[in-house]
């Protein structure tokens, strides 16, 4: 967990913003659905979709540990998915997002 003191001796969180790239059987299997619902457990804001390739593409953005969390979830993901790789790349800083949601 990423974190650090600040003049009054409190804690402050560092966010994360990664790209991820999920394969496999990932498609058909309510892969986003379930994403959109541990993102918002988590308190993780973005976004996912399917690419036309039969993958799974997704923002997350959130305090460092709970971005780590949600990407130990997408190596199993829901019960019916097969993931066979994660892509993860860090994103660039951008417009923050208020929510998680899925893209069409």
């Keep these: 967990m990423s974190s650090c003191g600040n003049a009054r001796g409190s804690v402050i969180m560092s966010n994360r913003r990664i790209h991820v790239i999920i394969s496999g ?9 379930n994403c959109q619902r541990q993102a918002t457990a988590l308190g993780v804001t973005g976004w996912v979709r ?11 953005e959130g305090p460092s540990s709970a ?8 190596h199993r993901g829901p019960s019916f998915a097969v993931v066979t790789g994660v892509e993860v790349n860090e994103a660039e800083p951008g417009p923050s997002h208020q929510s998680f949601y899925i893209r069409m």
């Design 25 to 33: 059987e990932v498609q058909g299997v309510a892969f986003r659905a």
């Design 50 to 60: 399917n690419l036309w390739d039969g993958s799974v593409e997704a923002l997350f």
């Design 67 to 74: 971005v780590e969390a949600m990407l130990r979830w997408c």
